[in-house]
Structure formats: structure tokens, C-alpha cells
T-cell receptor, first 110, second 117 residues
Framework: RKEVEQDPGPFNVPEGATVAFNCTYSNSASQSFFWYRQDCRKEPKLLMSVYSSGNEDGRFTAQLNRASQYISLLIRDSKLSDSATYLCVVNIRAGNMLTFGGGTRLMVKP | GAVVSQHPSRVICKSGTSVKIECRSL??????MFWYRQFPKQSLMLMATSNEGSKATYEQGVEKDKFLINHASLTLSTLTVTSAHPEDSSFYICSARDPRGGNQPQHFGDGTRLSIL
């Protein structure tokens, strides 16, 4: 079983739609959680950290459920520029090493 | 601006060539840097942790004699793919953590796209 699992998609949505991505992680000792965005042939960029109480940044809302070992990302009012691959990332081990999920591809269409 | 610089961004070379990739932290000192590899339509996989002044720590299944890592200074780590073959073609990305903290768990380089013919 993979340490961090995501639905690969692709999710094809129209502009303005709300879309949600899910992620599960296997190690209950995981410490920190993040969502990264990766554009084609580019390095990943931090979208937002995920906190236990849930957090929001503009159109983006992240939730963490430690009991279920589940992380989510909600994108409201999708823009064409949101088209990318969204990576669920977990800090599992000491030493600040990050473990990446396989990514979920989002395509927002006019 | 970029805080981690990776060079070169693109390499195309013949099979059997050794390729060196550099990763530099630009405005902080990094005792630890990380090297990842990403095949098409797959996620980033950690290859090794580069430790300044000591041997790198390799992930299971990564050949240390194939992927040589040198972290000779606090701002530079290099990854050398020795005798590269077509199956080594991939996107290689380095990262480093700023010890001063901040909201970024790691800063990533721009990546190196390696194509072996």
C-alpha cells in the first residue's frame, strides 16, 4: 500500500465549478500535511499547509481528519489557471522528509 | 525569487554519458538537501538525502554507485548520474529546507529534465 494515496483523475470541470480532492495516508504518526500544485514540466509549489482545525486561503479550503487519516482540498469558483496537478504531501519521518502522493490532475475548461 | 537554484534545466545526451546536476541554496545554508526523481505521470519519489560533510542517505532501491551525491559545502549539493542509460531519463528535482523556518517545508529547485538517447 502506498504511503500517500490520491485519485489520479483527471477531473474535468467547467469554470466556476467547485471541485474536491481527497487523499489518504497510511502512517498514523504523520506530523505535517500540505497541498502542492505542480504544473506540467515544472517543480511543485506549495499551495497551502493543512491544519487540524481546517484552514482556508481564498478559494481554497483544506481539511484534515487524523482519525480517518484523510486530507481534502476544496477549490471553489474554479479558474482556467487552476488547471494543474495537485499533490498531497505528508511529512512522515523525522528529518523533514516529505512523501508525495501520486497527484490529482485537474483540468478546468471554459 | 528563487531560493534554490538547480542547473542545468535540460540535458540531452548519449547513452553511457555521466551527467552532473547542481543544486544550490541561494540565501541560506542547507546542511541537508533532498533529491527526487519523477517519471512521466508519476509522483516525486525521494531518491536520497544529501548531508553536508558526510555520506548521503539513499532510499531503498536507489543505487548509490549509480547516483553519486556530493554535498561539499553548505550551499551546494551535486547529483551525478553515472553511465546514464535511457531508463534514467526522468525529471530530477532537488530541495532544501531553510533552517530559519518559514511556511515552506522545503524549497524546490526548478528541476532538471534528463533525456538519454
Amino acid at each position: 500500500r502506498k504511503e500517500v494515496e490520491q485519485d489520479p483523475g483527471p477531473f474535468n470541470v467547467p469554470e466556476g465549478a467547485t471541485v474536491a480532492f481527497n487523499c489518504t495516508y497510511s502512517n498514523s504518526a504523520s506530523q505535517s500535511f500540505f497541498w502542492y500544485r505542480q504544473d506540467c514540466r515544472k517543480e511543485p509549489k506549495l499551495l497551502m499547509s493543512v491544519y487540524s482545525s481546517g484552514n482556508e486561503d481564498g478559494r481554497f479550503t483544506a481539511q484534515l481528519n487524523r482519525a480517518s487519516q484523510y486530507i481534502s482540498l476544496l477549490i471553489r469558483d474554479s479558474k482556467l489557471s487552476d488547471s494543474a496537478t495537485y499533490l498531497c504531501v505528508v511529512n512522515i519521518r523525522a528529518g523533514n522528509m516529505l512523501t508525495f502522493g501520486g497527484g490529482t490532475r485537474l483540468m478546468v475548461k471554459p | 525569487g528563487a531560493v534554490v537554484s538547480q542547473h542545468p534545466s535540460r540535458v540531452i545526451c548519449k547513452s553511457g554519458t555521466s551527467v552532473k546536476i547542481e543544486c544550490r541554496s541561494l540565501d541560506f545554508q542547507a546542511t541537508t538537501m533532498f533529491w527526487y526523481r519523477q517519471f512521466p505521470k508519476q509522483s516525486l519519489m525521494l531518491m536520497a538525502t544529501s548531508n553536508e560533510g558526510s555520506k548521503a542517505t539513499y532510499e531503498q532501491g536507489v543505487e548509490k554507485d549509480k547516483f553519486l551525491i556530493n554535498h561539499a559545502s553548505l550551499t551546494l549539493s551535486t547529483l551525478t548520474v553515472t553511465s546514464a542509460h535511457p531508463e534514467d531519463s526522468s525529471f530530477y528535482i532537488c530541495s532544501a529546507r531553510d533552517p530559519r523556518g518559514g511556511n515552506q517545508p522545503q524549497h524546490f529547485g526548478d528541476g532538471t529534465r534528463l533525456s538519454i538517447l
